[in-house]
């Protein structure tokens, strides 16, 4: 469905804002019913203890748009609240909600839902049940969890988790197959999950100021991803090969040793490998390793995924076959899938450090590959031509 756009009287809209300011509840709810024209209603900063019952008690305002309710005290919206048929965008961040009726999610037009800095204690169960919902906005809201719910939302395209105590994500997270644009920035992530890969519409991804150690292996291959920040990661010391070409904001990363028992050192160089990776080999190995029984048969499943049934397999095994590790940085081989060993380097390129990453010095790239092979390719030609 395409995006409502409210309509605004013959006055410029930043006229009509200052009258509605300085404007009485009372005037302005008058003034929308009876014009019909007047699909915003504005009542930000308005000391507002609840939702105006007026508005709801009968369907007269079913023409407005748009509700800019910011910095209030309103604890509740009423269940009736849809009533308000036409609503496309409810604007209600820094209220004191804490729950929020089923009824909102018989709003079939709401397309966007800020309620930023409230007092829940977590996501409202009726949000995931906003099928509509194309952006949503939950800043600052004291969460420390997502609901696997979240997937249920398909047609969301931005989501804005920003300045919460999340230290994971959902797997469902994947299910939002229209993301565009995910804020996770000043939380407490440890990690992405790997059904973070299943986002192909995803163009730019935020996670400053978390406490990451590492990224999804696969995260560069993201058909439209451009945009990456990662900053303030003090223990991000390695990206993903594959971002070489991507926008990547790394200030502040790579500035504390990873603390974790995956660390990996080449050099002066440091990395943390995806828990995934059981087995690792590098450039200091002298013979080629085998690869153990549990990879071989990974890959034999995975090339026959598609007429096998993954799904009776261990929940940790399907998962790991439906999105592998990463795929093999070798120019020669593929993309061949790896599960749960690699071939292992790291690097850095002047040219790729001054362009994807800043400037950073303290960060490298990580290419994982599947053979002593295709390693030995790699480090001759890192970067594609």
């Not at 800043?139 to 398909?154: A, F, R, Y």
């Not at 047609?155 to 469902?172: A, C, D, R």
């Not at 690097?347 to 990453?357: G, H, S, T």
């Amino acid at each position: 469905m395409e995006e409502v756009k409210a309509k605004v009287t013959t006055r410029s809209a930043s006229m009509m804002d200052e009258d509605q300011e300085s404007s009485s509840v009372g005037d302005l709810l008058i003034e929308a019913l009876h014009n019909k024209a007047h699909q915003i209603l504005n009542l930000n900063y308005k000391g507002l203890l609840e939702f105006p019952h007026r508005l709801t008690r009968d369907d007269d305002y079913t023409h407005i748009l748009v509700i800019n309710a910011k910095r209030n005290l309103i604890t509740s919206l009423p269940p009736d609240i849809h009533r308000l048929s036409g609503l496309h965008t409810l604007y209600l961040p820094s209220n004191k909600l804490s729950t929020l009726p089923d009824e909102l999610c018989e709003l079939k037009y709401l397309g966007s839902l800020d309620i930023s800095q409230n007092a829940f204690s977590q996501i409202p169960p009726v949000v995931c049940r906003c099928l509509s919902l194309k952006k949503l906005f939950l800043s600052s809201s004291g969460l420390s969890s997502v609901p696997p719910e979240i997937g249920q939302l398909k047609e969301l395209v931005l989501l804005n988790l920003m300045n919460n105590s999340l230290v994971t994500l959902p797997p469902e997270i994947g299910q939002c197959q229209s993301l565009e644009t995910l804020q996770l920035d000043r939380n407490r992530l440890q990690s992405l999950p790997q059904q973070i890969l299943a986002l192909e519409q995803l163009e730019e991804l935020s996670a400053v100021g978390n406490n990451l150690s590492w990224l999804p292996a696969g995260i560069g291959w993201l058909p439209r991803l451009s945009k990456l920040y990662v900053d303030h990661n003090p223990h991000l010391c390695a990206v993903p090969f594959n971002l070489y070409s991507k926008q990547v904001g790394v200030s502040n990363c790579g500035s504390s040793k990873p603390l974790l028992d995956r660390q990996i050192v080449q050099g002066e160089l440091c990395g943390v490998l995806p828990p995934e990776i059981q087995t690792y080999f590098d450039a200091v190995h002298k013979t080629e390793h085998p690869s153990k029984l549990l990879e071989m048969a990974l890959r034999i499943v995975y090339e026959y995924k598609d007429i096998l049934d993954i799904n009776s397999l261990p929940r940790r095994l399907a998962s790991l076959l439906e999105f592998p590790t990463a795929h093999c940085n070798g120019p020669v081989c593929g993309d061949q899938p790896i599960f749960t060993q690699a071939y292992v380097h790291l690097f850095q390129i002047p040219w790729v450090q001054d362009y994807a990453l800043g400037g950073n010095s303290n960060v490298s790239l990580m290419a994982l590959c599947c053979s002593r092979k295709c390693l030995q390719t790699l480090k001759r030609h890192p970067i594609p031509t």
